[in-house]
T-cell receptor, first 113, second 116 residues
């Protein structure tokens, strides 16, 4: 199966700063990657679909100007949380989509103080 | 719209007991896929099984078994002779026919605690 990495695995930042999370597909060129968010003790909710070479598609209720997604290459998608606030503290998970399914990254735990 | 319901929020059983996790889904698609994932305390999701809507055969993998019943829109997961390592949150999920390139709709998860 596909190997997906995320960096960083955890990050703590001050309110108002921006945080970039990277998702890499290590053995597969992915035209589609997904970004999910999981608040503590809750389920995973899709935030956006990242499409290589084009704009991301955001789910209803997700602020595209706050959560910037860049899928500049077939192996890298980045999620930037701009002007992060404590309510953005969450577990962010990316997945790589391919014909045999979606492969999950290990997740990035963001804590905003 | 797709929806997945996991009515059991938390379950605790004593080690070696059997336990069944329930999953009920809703979809208008005729072709769809169902999944189970395990999320241990580390957070990384572990894929357990994928089942397509045309395959209603039950499946067994070691101590794990799955019962898919289209008539009741259910895809239940049973762990036999539970072990402490089975303690985790388990998610049932649903996608459309293009499961590699479509979003997954997750249930709210069932937190399973195995008591030694």
């Amino acid at each position: 199966g596909a190997v997906v990495s995320q960096h960083p695995s955890w990050v703590i930042c001050k309110s108002g700063t921006s945080v970039k999370i990277e998702c890499r597909s290590l053995d597969f060129q992915a035209t589609t990657m997904f970004w999910y968010r999981q608040f503590p003790k809750q389920s995973l909710m899709l935030m956006a679909t990242s499409n290589e070479g084009s704009k991301a598609t955001y789910e209803q209720g997700v602020e595209k100007d706050k959560f910037l997604i860049n899928h500049a290459s077939l192996t890298l998608s980045t999620l930037t949380v701009t002007s992060a606030h404590p309510e953005d503290s969450s577990f962010y998970i990316c997945t790589v989509g391919r014909d045999r399914g979606q492969y999950f990254g290990p997740g990035t735990r963001l804590t905003v103080l | 719209a797709q929806k997945v319901t996991q009515a059991q929020t938390e379950i605790s059983v004593v080690e070696k007991e059997d336990v069944t996790l329930d999953c009920v889904y809703e979809t208008r698609d005729t072709t769809y896929y169902l999944f189970w994932y395990k999320q241990p305390p580390s957070g990384e999701l572990v894929f357990l099984i994928r089942r397509n809507s045309f395959d209603e055969q039950n499946e067994i993998s070691g101590r794990y078994s799955w019962n898919f019943q289209k008539s009741t829109s259910s895809f239940n997961f049973t762990i036999t002779a539970s072990q402490v390592v089975d303690s985790a949150v388990y998610f049932c999920a649903l996608s459309g026919s293009n499961f590699g390139n479509e979003k997954l709709t997750f249930g709210t998860g069932t937190r399973l605690t195995i008591i030694p």
